[in-house]
């Protein structure tokens, strides 16, 4: 039986060809289904908890329009302004290691009760491994030396600018169970983490949302914070200069009231117009800083949640027979492959025999 003649595969011979060989064809499949199955059940399961918020910027009326518009026909307008981290910036922003640092702190606790502490002790001492990321750590402590453990104390704050071996590790976890997605039409953010503990990624998921809704508004009001400190300062200069004015000038007045010479009143007159001169300095800034107030609370992004964090109750679907299906079917068409390439090279040989002969 030949099922590639003149180099085309006829289906009804490879059909014949399986079913002869059916026996090696269940081997194969079967142990690879037992393989997949004992390295796929091998993987912790996880729970994944996802978020949703749309920020409101404050646009302008006719911004505002024209960015509607604009995502009717699948257009993103950026329409905020001078902003120099824009919505698509945010998943770099939530991977960044300035962001991810300050929620290793973050306290956590398992659904059963069992684990309290940081979330950073948690990724180290309650979530588990396969059995070969166990090995291949093991390896590599055979040749490198063993890593500072992680500092616990509660005085210690981890530097960015200068990680160690076993803080980095944590970091890179925490960025791979993290995820963060905009959406470019609507401007709505998706957030979701995962976790093997279902409290704790809930936590994790809320804590991650209030995290970035503060490092946007820090971001957008900064600039403005920083004029109205400024604003504040001058003015309550300000007005103790125009009160210092007002008690200076109140007790001249006391003291020449009955006097009546002309260089008493030149100096009276002086004084007031320097009360007078303060007191408008003083309105100025006050005025200014109720201005700046006011732009800092226009600056404050409002956020919608349009999905809070929930404990999940069930883990995520990994899919798993699916898996062990394909890797079946695939080592099925992998020996097939191995027989119809054997078939082919006899009938090569065959031929080059029957020439030579």
């Known amino acids: 039986m030949k099922p590639i003649v003149n180099n085309e595969i006829r289906l009804d011979l490879v059909f014949e060809l399986v079913k002869e060989n059916w026996k090696k064809f269940f081997v194969i499949t079967f142990a690879t289904s037992v393989v997949s199955l004992a390295l796929l059940f091998c993987i912790p399961r996880h729970y994944v908890v996802g978020v949703k918020l749309a920020p409101e910027y404050g646009e302008s009326g006719n911004a505002s329009a024209l960015s509607s518009a604009a995502s009717m026909f699948g257009i993103s307008l950026n329409t905020q302004g001078n902003d120099a981290i824009v919505p698509e910036f945010y998943p770099d922003i939530v991977n960044s290691t300035d962001f991810l640092v300050p929620i290793m702190n973050i306290e956590v606790e398992t659904q059963d009760g069992e684990f309290k502490g940081t979330y950073a002790e948690y990724i180290l001492k309650k979530e588990e491994h396969p ?13 490198v030396s063993k890593p500072v453990p ?28 993290i995820g963060c997605d905009v959406d470019d039409k609507t401007g709505v953010i998706a957030l979701s983490m995962k976790a093997q503990d279902p409290l704790v990624a809930a936590n994790m998921a809320n804590s991650i949302k209030e995290e970035l809704q503060d490092f946007i508004t820090r971001y957008r009001t900064e600039k403005n914070k920083a004029e109205l400190e400024h604003s504040k300062a001058m003015c309550d200069s300000a007005y103790t200069k125009y009160v210092e004015a007002q008690r200076v000038y109140a007790e001249y007045v006391d ?103």
């Open 150 to 177: 992680y500092n616990t104390s509660a005085e210690y704050k981890v530097n960015p600018f200068r990680l160690t071996k076993t803080e980095s590790d944590i970091l890179q976890r925490m960025s791979s169970s």
């Open 255 to 357: 003291k020449h009231q009955v006097l009546t010479r002309q260089a008493y009143k030149v100096e009276e007159e002086r004084l007031a117009g320097e009360m007078q001169l303060a007191f408008n300095i003083y309105n100025a800034l006050y005025q200014q800083r109720l201005l700046n107030e006011a732009e800092v609370q226009r600056r404050t992004p409002v956020f919608t949640v349009l999905q809070n964090a929930s404990v999940p109750i069930k883990p995520a679907s990994s899919h798993k027979l699916m898996k062990t299906a394909a890797m079946a079917m695939l080592s099925a068409l992998v020996y097939l492959i191995i027989l119809l390439a054997r078939i082919q090279n006899n009938k090569e040989e065959t031929e080059e025999t029957e020439i030579e002969g």
């Open 131 to 143: 059995w070969w990321l166990k090995l291949v750590a093991k390896v590599k402590l055979l040749f």
